[in-house]
Structures are given as C-alpha cells and as structure tokens.
C-alpha cells in the first residue's frame, strides 16, 4: 500500500471548520479506494525519530530542536469546531506516550498564560489533560476576598456563575460587563458578584 503523506503544518484553521474536515473524509476515502494510506501529521507534532517510526515506521536518527504542542500558535483547541475537537482527541489520544506528555505540558503552559478556558474546553479536559481541577483553587481566593458562603453553598453559585459567563468569553457572543450584569442579577449582590469574578479570574484569567 502506498502512503500519502499530508503535513497540516500550515492549514492552522483545518480543526476550525467543520465543512474543511467533510472535505478531508471525502479525499481520505478517494484516496483509500485508490490504495493510499493517509497520514495526517498535525501542526503541532514535529518530525522526529519517534513520530517517523510512529507514522510511517521508518528508523532514522533526526535532529530536532522545536519541541511538540502548542508552542508558538494561537489556534488551541478551544477554538475548534466539535469535528475538530474529536479529531484532536483520536490524535492525541493515540500518539506514543513522550509525544502526547509534550502536547499536553504545552497545552497546560498555554493555559497558566492565557487561562485555561481560552486553552483547553471542557470536552477535552476531562478526556485527555491530567491537571488538577480548579474549583478548591477558586473556593480558597473566593475565602481569602472576604467570602463567608460554605464550601457546598459557593459550589453551586459557581455552577451558575460558569453557566452565565461562559459563553461571553468563549463563545465571543457577550462581554465582561453583560455577564457581570446578569451574574449580579442572580447573586442579588454586588460585592459578592465581584468576589466569584476576581476568584476565578485569579486562576483563569476571565477578564
């Protein structure tokens, strides 16, 4: 069989769109039909010894100074389209075990710089990315800014505070102000919608 070979190290935006990825399934299986093997290798794996035996099962002694993951780019997967984010996690998932440890150390990197909901959705944090949940973090700043609410009480608020402010981040459909309005709408106060905000934007970094 032969092997097609087609480096996405350029198509940044091919996670983003979900008609680019029809598109793709439908050249894979031409391909295929026609006694290909398609291999795929994403922007942010670079060609070393252990991705070419891992690709195309080939030895070679290949130096390489640029490290796996999201090192340089700003597309990370919580910009992808739901096509994308599952592609992203068939690829991470099945990559060799050094490989995938690179891509998720820069993922968590990327996610202490920018915070981690701009970084990593929630879909693929609970799939692929072992890092240490947030919301003891959030509850111990929430304390340490005058909170007086119990451990179960700022729970819940937080569920609904996520709810309520996700999606003008995120989603780019809102803004700060907007969600600081209807959280404070549901809180029925002031200081205490300001705490939940500078709790979790102490950690990642909402405004």
Not at 137 to 143: C, D
Request: net charge negative; with cysteine; charged share 20%.
């Amino acid at each position: 069989m032969r092997v097609l070979p087609l480096l996405n190290m350029t198509i940044y935006l091919i996670n983003r769109d979900s008609l680019v990825i029809k598109c793709d399934r439908a050249k894979d299986s031409i391909a295929v039909n026609l006694g290909y093997r398609i291999v795929r290798i994403p922007y942010w794996i670079q060609l070393t010894s252990e991705t070419l035996k891992y690709y195309f099962g080939l030895d070679a002694n290949i130096e390489q100074s640029f490290e796996h993951g999201f090192i340089t780019t700003k597309y990370f997967p919580a910009s992808f389209c739901d096509l994308g984010l599952s592609r992203f996690i068939y690829e991470i998932c099945t990559l060799p075990d050094t490989v995938r440890n690179d891509v998720i150390i820069s993922l968590l990197e990327q996610a202490n710089k920018h915070g981690m909901s701009y970084v990593i959705p929630t879909k693929l944090a609970q799939q692929v990315i072992p890092f240490p949940p947030t919301e003891p973090r959030y509850f111990e700043q929430y304390l340490k800014l005058g909170g007086k609410k119990s451990k179960s009480d700022f729970f819940y608020h937080l569920d609904v505070f996520i709810c309520l402010t996700v999606d003008a981040y995120a989603g780019g459909i809102g803004n700060r102000e907007m969600a600081f309005r209807h959280w404070c709408e549901h809180i029925e106060s002031y200081e205490e919608a300001s705490r939940f905000f500078e709790a979790v934007d102490s950690i990642d970094s909402y405004s």
